[in-house]
């Protein structure tokens, strides 16, 4: 499986970007999908989550309420929209693919994850 990541850039604080990420190869061996994001000197932080017969989503708290995660199986995407964006989201998003089935707790945990994209920056002025 390999996850391309696109759709950062430079917003003001309150403005909206959406993320994508395109999967491909053998797609029908991932059961969730995720994204991560990482700023600077900080750990991998979880943001959302769900699964890829489209149950309820998982967020993180930080961004609940902001954040929305969809995906197009036919289109193997993943979208992460982020509305009423904060300088504290400042960071490189990260999707991930996981192929085994697990609860939805264990979403928010980057090491379940096998496949990881190449990230793209997301940057909130404020």
């Known amino acids: 499986v390999q996850l391309q990541a696109s759709g950062g850039g430079l917003v003001q604080a309150g403005g909206s970007l959406t993320l994508s990420c395109a999967a491909s190869?053998?797609?029908?061996?991932?059961?969730?999908m995720g994204w991560f994001r990482q700023a600077p000197g900080k750990e991998r932080e979880f943001v959302a989550a769900?699964?890829?017969?489209?149950?309820?989503?998982y967020y993180s708290d930080s961004v609940k309420g902001r954040f929305t995660i969809s995906r197009d199986n036919a289109k193997n995407m993943v979208y992460l929209q982020m509305n009423s964006l904060k300088p504290e989201d400042t960071a490189v998003y990260y999707c991930?693919?996981?192929?085994?089935?697990?609860?939805?707790?264990?979403?928010?945990?980057?090491?379940?994850?096998?496949?990881w994209g190449q990230g793209t920056q997301v940057t909130v002025s404020s």
């Open positions: 991930a693919a996981d192929v085994n089935l697990r609860s939805p707790q264990s979403w928010s945990s980057p090491g379940k994850y096998d496949y």
């Open positions: 190869g053998r797609t029908f061996r991932i059961k969730s």
């Open positions: 769900r699964d890829w017969s489209g149950s309820t989503p």
